[in-house]
């Protein structure tokens, strides 16, 4: 595959992979786009090829988990889009004056606003690459509005739009992540600011793919994350070290399985037709696509309550954690690890096993004492 000077993605196969995926998701069916909160939830979970497949091939998974008879209560109310949408659009008036006074500009009529429309999204991501380039060989401040870039993630294209993209007079991008909750008294929720640094990181690396083929581009490391100050209308920024986020985020999308290798392991006729198929036949299909359950998918995956009622089944020790998993070793099993501590099944040598033994020990022991103390 070449790679293109505008977009900084490697083209993908046009014909094939692309059919094999409408075929999988159903050719009246138009894809759902990811989003970077999407792609960070994904990477999260590097190893769930159910994810994956069906985030590759643009599956609703809320539509899918419905018809299997799991919904998952997911999405922002309206309320909450309403005031995140009017919040946006104050902090980008006026030719976003206030965006730009956080930035530190005084004076707007010196910042470059270029226009990103196109036709197609490969027609905006090579759009947003162009202003890129001139606004980095201008050496003056520009205001990118909903920029849209691309990834390629597990051998597909994914389309991404980040609130904005300064670019400074020495070359710097900077991503801007507009948020409606509150910062108080100069701080925020910090799992609140956490979710926003790891989707902002997505945009982080998917800008490094531009500014790799652009002379003078820098990306910055750091984000400028502006929310309301204290309970007002006010806007407020915060300058966010996303590193880590961008180095774990990278990592994890490298690990993905390439979609084309997941779909070629399914049985013939496979399909997630929503609106064709039976609950029964999607059923059937899910569990052709091995998962990676774990108790943080229940909030970030709309197939979260089908796999955990499968996992839960199979009485698997992935109910209990990622942490909890790893130190069981080979015990796989819930029925297993209280068969293990209680003697009956097991190697004695076997750390786990020997752990698991010890900590019965432990509890019975407490429990005698405990006992004794209450018939005094």
């Excluded at 003056?140 to 991404?160: F, M, N, R």
């Excluded at 359950?293 to 990622?322: I, K, M, N, W």
Aim: proline letters at 7%; hydrophobic letters at 45%.
């Amino acid at each position: 595959m070449s790679a293109s000077p505008d977009s900084g993605l490697s083209r993908p196969p046009q014909t094939t992979r692309r059919r094999q995926l409408a075929e999988l998701r159903g050719p009246a069916t138009p894809p759902r786009p990811l989003d970077a909160r999407a792609l960070a939830a994904l990477a999260a979970n590097p190893g769930c090829r159910r994810r994956a497949l069906l985030d590759g091939a643009g599956v609703d998974k809320s539509a899918l988990a419905a018809k299997l008879g799991s919904p998952a209560p997911f999405g922002q109310s309206q309320f909450a889009i309403v005031r995140g949408n009017s919040f946006e659009a104050k902090v980008k008036a006026d030719g976003g004056r206030e965006l730009l006074r956080l930035i530190g500009v005084e004076d707007p009529g010196t910042v470059s606003v270029p226009e990103l429309s196109a036709a197609g999204p490969e027609g905006r991501v090579a759009r947003t690459a162009l202003a890129l380039r001139e606004a980095t060989a201008a050496g003056t401040w520009t205001l990118l509005d909903h920029p849209l870039l691309a990834l390629e993630v597990a051998g597909s294209p994914v389309y991404l739009e980040p609130d904005a993209v300064v670019v400074g007079p020495d070359g710097g991008w900077t991503v801007v992540e507009i948020k409606s909750f509150p910062m108080v008294d100069g701080a925020a929720d910090a799992s609140k600011v956490g979710a926003a640094a790891r989707q902002a990181a997505v945009y982080v690396l998917a800008l490094e793919r531009v500014a790799a083929v652009t002379e003078g581009a820098r990306v910055a490391q750091s984000v400028l994350l502006v929310c309301p100050k204290d309970f007002s209308n006010l806007p407020t920024a915060s300058v966010v070290d996303v590193r880590k986020q961008r180095s774990v985020t990278r990592r994890q999308l490298d690990r993905l399985t390439r979609v084309d290798e997941i779909a070629a392991a399914l049985p013939e006729g496979v399909s997630f037709d929503v609106a064709e198929r039976s609950a029964e036949e999607l059923t059937a299909a899910v569990e052709c696509v091995p998962h990676q359950y774990a108790p943080e998918c229940l909030a970030a995956c709309e197939l979260a309550f089908h796999c955990r009622s499968r996992t839960r089944q199979a009485d698997a020790v992935e109910t209990l954690g990622r942490s909890v998993r790893g130190e069981l070793g080979g015990l796989t099993t819930v029925g297993a690890v209280l068969a293990a501590a209680r003697g009956e099944e097991g190697d004695p040598a076997d750390p786990a096993v020997a752990a698991l033994r010890r900590a019965r020990a432990l509890r019975e022991e407490a429990l005698s004492e405990a006992g004794a103390r209450a018939c005094r």
